[in-house]
């Protein structure tokens, strides 16, 4: 039965194709159908013959608009987008497997533009009848064709703005990253070449990156390494052994660089670790040492249990007279005082004999002899060794008392063989051991430590106390490091005892700070806090012993 469900027009995205039962033949006047004998195209069978089936196709006329005539019925209907041409056939000639294929197509929901195909059209829709609508430029008024094309050209101004903002602003980004970071960087460089062209009558012998590489035959043999770079072994072509810091790229700055030339390398004291010599060439710098086969303190100290890295009671307070001494030097041994300001059992190296050696200078400060303090904008040191004038600024100034409180804790550690901190103590009291020696020995009772002669054991009492001295809150109370030199070196072991030191400078009274400040008990010339900006000294005049 032929009819079309939309309309005239041949632009319909769905098409139907319905099964219609007559009770006569119905004239073909127009459109396309398919006489379906007994339902047997369909499938469908039915127990009255007397009526005539037919398949018609939407094609030409919508359905209201045909006439079936009487006795005629629409038993369903199917949508279908399936064009005759993909079958091979148009007109009348439709056949059972067109309607199988139209069946089987089923039928779309689309937005093809293709299906308005003569004329230049501004937008295309599918109105709420299932119609592609094309609307022409002669079907608008005037408004409409102005407000359209402004909407369009800024559109496209848009998107071309967008465009070239992308392909210009990202090259134009990483050229300024790029400038930043070589500035930043080149401003290092800079600093370190003027420090170097400053005086070179005493610094270190300078080594090219090439000659670097053949020292440690291509970086072979790695000693350790850190935050700061690795170390590797070497050796000059005089034979003698030695140890290159390789600096991190990334990590270590030209400040912490200058530090370590700056000071080591202008200083020769047998407790001092010897700088040979060093390199810079671009972002490569490395720093060459003396070659220390015993490794550092650390090992030491915390390994009493292996017998391979033990050491008794008197090598390690032999050991503790060497860093004093090494220490004092650096505070008084110059025409300006170097403050360490990182001595921790890592930073002690020890040479063949167990001699130590203070090194690791990255983090040192300088500052006049006439004056012990001295200005930071930032903490520095490690957790633990750390002054608490570096993190609370109503203890008091930092001066060079902060190594002196550094020097306590090692010395503590080295007399205990323990770390200071320990949170798996068994009794509260011990979570903080110098709390518990200073108990301990103030109520009289001996500290024992394993496998000590009684000889060990006073050497033991007498560097705990000392360290008791040198860890006090309060950075006047600590004695300077020629009196803790002295101390260590009295023969007399009836030491006095401090005051017990504080965790916390919430513990400290008003009074104490200001007595402090102004300089009581142990303080030489201590000052009054200055600002937090950090003053650069001219690192080319230092003068030592």
């Not at 399936?82 to 056939?89: A, D, K, S, T």
């Not at 139209?102 to 779309?108: A, N, Q, R, S, V």
Request: aromatic content about 12%.
């Amino acid at each position: 039965m032929p009819y079309q469900v939309y309309g005239d027009h041949d632009n319909s995205l769905v098409k139907s194709i319905s099964y219609v039962r007559c009770r006569n033949n119905v004239q073909n006047s127009s459109g396309i159908f398919y006489f379906d004998e007994g339902g047997a195209c369909m499938n469908i069978t039915h127990e009255n013959s007397f009526y005539v089936n037919y398949i018609g196709y939407g094609y030409q006329k919508s359905l209201s608009k045909l006439d079936l005539g009487d006795g005629c019925r629409i038993e369903f209907m199917y949508l279908t987008s399936w064009p005759l041409e993909h079958g091979g056939r148009r007109g009348n000639n439709i056949s059972c497997s067109d309607i199988r294929h139209m069946l089987f197509y089923g039928f779309e929901l689309s937005w093809f533009n293709s299906l308005c195909k003569d004329g230049w059209y501004w937008y295309r829709y599918v109105d709420k009848n299932s119609h592609l609508i094309c609307a022409s430029l002669e079907e608008w008024n005037f408004l409409e064709i102005v407000i359209g094309s402004i909407l369009i050209y800024i559109g496209i101004l848009l998107g071309l703005f967008s465009c070239v903002k992308f392909v210009v602003g990202v090259p134009c980004i990483i050229v300024l990253l790029i400038n930043k970071w070589r500035q930043k960087h080149l401003s290092v460089y800079d600093g370190i070449e003027d420090f170097l062209r400053s005086d070179n009558s005493i610094m270190p012998i300078r080594y090219s990156y090439k000659d670097i590489k053949k020292i440690t035959e291509q970086f072979k043999t790695k000693l350790g390494s850190g935050g700061y770079g690795s170390v590797f072994k070497g050796k000059l072509l005089s034979g003698r052994l030695v140890a290159v810091k390789l600096l991190d790229k990334g990590k270590s700055s030209g400040q912490d660089f200058v530090n370590e030339v700056a000071t080591i390398g202008r200083i020769h004291h047998v407790h001092v670790v010897q700088l040979i010599g060093f390199c810079v060439e671009g972002a490569n710098r490395a720093l060459i040492y003396e070659f220390m086969p015993n490794g550092s303190l650390e090992k030491y100290i915390y390994s009493h249990t292996v017998e391979k890295y033990s050491l008794s009671c008197e090598q390690l307070y032999i050991i503790s007279l060497g860093v004093a001494r090494g220490i004092e030097y650096l505070h008084n041994g110059c025409n300006m005082k170097i403050l360490h300001f990182d001595i921790k059992p890592h930073n002690i190296l020890l040479d063949e004999n167990f001699n130590p050696k203070v090194s690791d200078f990255g983090l040192a400060r300088l500052c006049p002899t006439d004056n012990s303090t001295v200005s930071l904008t930032a903490a520095r040191g490690t957790i633990g060794y750390m002054a608490p004038e570096l993190f609370y600024r109503n203890v008091g100034t930092i001066s060079y008392k902060a190594d002196v409180y550094s020097f306590g804790m090692l010395l503590m550690e080295m007399a205990s063989r323990r770390k200071n901190l320990n949170a798996l103590a068994e009794q509260s009291s011990q979570v903080y051991f110098p709390f518990w020696v200073y108990d301990q020995l103030n109520d009289g009772i001996e500290v024992t430590i394993e496998n000590d002669t009684n000889q060990e054991m006073k050497l033991a009492k007498k560097m705990m106390i000392v360290a008791l001295w040198c860890i006090q809150t309060k950075p006047g109370e600590r004695p300077p490091m020629d009196k803790v030199l002295e101390m260590l070196e009295e023969e007399d072991d009836n030491l006095k005892m401090p005051n017990k030191p504080y965790l916390y400078p919430q513990d400290l009274s008003s009074k104490d700070v200001e007595d402090d400040i102004t300089g009581r008990s142990w303080s030489s010339s201590s000052t009054s806090i200055i600002d937090s900006k950090e003053t650069t000294l001219d690192v080319s005049h230092i003068i030592c012993l």
